[in-house]
């Protein structure tokens, strides 16, 4: 199996402590893709069939509790409930875990607690796991460094691999079969005027998994050979945007890079659409009120739910406009 290899690569780099700590604790942040992570490359190891780039949402995010507990399986608890063993998110978890255990029957009991919407289309499985990867180095006390942790983070949600860093956070897609240089990478710039409104529409879990969208869009979408293009192209903007903090080349960019990957999803098929009326609604709001002048755009994952982009400046308006809108500003000072 590729994901052991690339694990056990990993831990021989970290120190090789004989026992672990008694307990393993740590948090991540969830980060918003502003040029989308649309496509793999190698569905085990999340390797990615371009480049991304996102920002992290400081506090925002999961903070991972991990225990060894004395009996034949794990125990998972998310944001206080217990998890039934048999769910894709308790599978998905369990598979991970399988890659660190001293023993077969070494069991974990994990506790994750999200301040964020589960399932939502707000990167819920970026931060479990890259809070897992994180407790994980915590608990064996591997001291690994930020690159190998991103690593082994992506093998649990290819996302993940940019919640290990702050701010803005490049994924490269790497060349190798391996993916030893597929990880995220902190931008050296900051842009602290920058902010984020979460337009929570519904908390309702999404029909389909964005793993399972994105296979389905690859497979069959005719549009998406045009994808690799308009990353580079979009990658590309948005870096010149955050270096000359041109916001409106920076929202222009993000909202058009979000608005084809659902475009590719439409041209899946069966299609794929992740829009309530009231996204649409929240969109054609965002329009209007662009026309009438204000700098706002938005962008959209994998599930119904807008993540609003404007400056510190214009936060009481979009406030005014969006009620109950949740505003963020994770690079403030
Ligand atoms: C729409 O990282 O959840 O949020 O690698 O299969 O776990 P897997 O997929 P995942 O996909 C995230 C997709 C996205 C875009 C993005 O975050 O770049």
Redesign the pocket.
């Known amino acids: 199996m590729k994901k052991k290899a690339v694990v056990a690569t990993i831990l021989d780099l970290g120190r090789q402590p004989a026992s672990h700590q008694e307990m393993g604790h740590a948090f991540a942040p969830t ?1 918003i ?1 502003l040029c ?3 496509g ?1 490359r190698d569905t085990e190891l ?1 390797l990615p069939a371009t480049p ?1 780039l ?1 920002l992290s949402l400081g506090q925002k995010g999961a903070s991972c509790t991990l225990r060894r507990i004395d009996q034949a399986y794990d125990t998972y608890f998310l944001n206080g409930q217990p998890l039934e063993l048999l769910t894709p998110f308790s599978q998905r978890l369990k598979n991970y875990l399988d890659l660190f255990r001293p023993a077969d029957s070494f069991s974990f009991q994990v506790t994750i607690q999200t301040n964020i919407p589960v399932a939502a ?1 707000l ?1 819920s ?2 931060c479990g796991f890259a809070s897992l990867a994180l407790a994980l180095n915590d608990f064996f006390a591997w001291e690994l460094d930020q690159r190998h942790l991103s690593i082994l983070a992506r093998l649990g ?4 691999c940019r919640s290990i860093t702050p701010g803005f956070v490049e994924w490269h897609e790497g060349v190798l079969a391996d993916g030893m240089d597929s990880y995220g990478e902190s931008l050296k710039e900051a842009w602290p005027e920058l902010c984020i409104g979460l337009v929570i529409l519904t908390e309702k879990e999404k029909p389909l998994s ?2 399972a969208a ?1 296979e389905r869009t690859v497979a069959t979408s005719h549009l998406y050979s045009s994808w690799p293009l308009k990353v580079k192209t979009d990658l590309a903007l948005l870096k010149q945007a955050i270096k000359e903090q041109d916001f409106k080349l920076l929202g222009e960019t993000a909202e058009s890079n979000a608005l084809t ?1 659902h475009a590719l999803m439409l041209s899946a098929w069966p299609p794929i659409s992740y829009a309530l009326p009231e996204t649409v609604l929240a969109m054609q709001r965002v329009w209007e009120l662009r026309q009438d002048g204000l700098a706002i755009y938005f962008t959209q ?2 599930g119904p739910n807008l993540k609003l982009l404007f400056l510190a400046k214009d936060a009481e308006q979009v406030r005014a406009y969006f009620p109950g809108v949740e505003v963020l500003q994770p690079q403030a000072t």
Do not use: E, F, H
Not at 157 to 160: D, N, W
């Open positions: 980060n893709a989308k992570y649309w793999k999340n991304s996102s289309g990167a499985s970026a949600s290819g996302s993940a964005s793993r994105m990957m994952d994998a």
